[in-house]
């Protein structure tokens, strides 16, 4: 369910000073190493693309996948979806907190992840998640996961689909291919999708990746 989102606590979240921090006192060494170039599947950026609370899902091709979603979506806060093992330590626990990831068990997402997710939302920002659960290597040949799905259907949010290219060399330029909003009730029968149209539309979106891939290669 939708919830009217106050746009002054939205800008001064106060939950989201770590995370503010950490990605300001960071912008510029990312900024200057990636040197982002955006591609954008229809040609052209969709015009309020990045305008209010949204579902993000990326393939996962390198270890600061996060980083260049915060300077693709530069002007937005985004928790990303982290799992159980990454919170190993009592550092990187509170680290990963601080920053406002939100916690899941792969096998057994619990209630009080939807209800994360949904508190995010709610506060007019961004969810990410990358739906093969790990990052990919070249003899990795993982499927989507329907998460992602699930949570933009539940929380009646827009899905915005991100290709990260992975460079070859260090100092190549970061490209990234952003698809348009993607809503879930327009891919579906059913008011409320059942489990085989929600697995449908994460295949839908496991084939669009390669559809953003191929924007890289032309």
């Keep these: 369910m939708k919830k009217k ?6 800008i001064f979240d106060y939950r989201y000073f770590p995370y503010d921090f950490v990605k300001v006192t960071g912008a510029l060494p990312a900024i200057v190493y990636l040197r982002l170039k955006k591609h954008y599947l229809n040609g052209k950026k969709q015009k309020g693309l990045f305008k209010g609370p949204a ?8 270890y600061i ?8 979506t530069w002007n937005r806060r985004t928790s990303f979806i982290a799992t159980e093992d990454l919170y190993g330590t009592k550092m990187r626990s ?19 992840t939807f209800k994360n997710v949904q508190d995010v939302i709610n506060h007019g920002h961004l969810v990410g998640i990358f739906p093969e659960g790990h990052i990919q290597t070249k003899d990795s040949n993982d499927h989507y996961k329907s998460g992602a799905v699930m949570f933009a259907t539940l929380c009646d949010v827009p899905i915005i689909q991100i290709y990260i290219h992975k460079k ?14 993607i809503n879930v009730k327009e891919l579906v029968n ?7 149209e929600i697995e449908g539309v994460t295949k839908f979106l496991e084939n669009q990746e390669l559809e953003l891939k191929k924007v890289i290669e032309k």
């Excluded at 579902?55 to 390198?62: D, E, L």
């Design 65 to 72: 996948d996060p980083i260049i979603i915060m300077v693709t």
């Design 94 to 112: 509170f680290f990963f907190s601080a920053i406002r990831c939100i916690k899941i068990n792969k096998q057994n997402v619990s209630m009080q």
């Design 55 to 62: 579902i993000i899902v990326s393939n996962h091709a390198t």
């Design 5 to 10: 989102i106050n746009i002054f606590n939205k």
């Design 190 to 196: 059913s008011k409320i999708p059942t489990v085989e």
């Design 168 to 181: 070859e060399h260090w100092w190549q330029r970061q490209h990234v291919v952003i698809s348009d909003k």
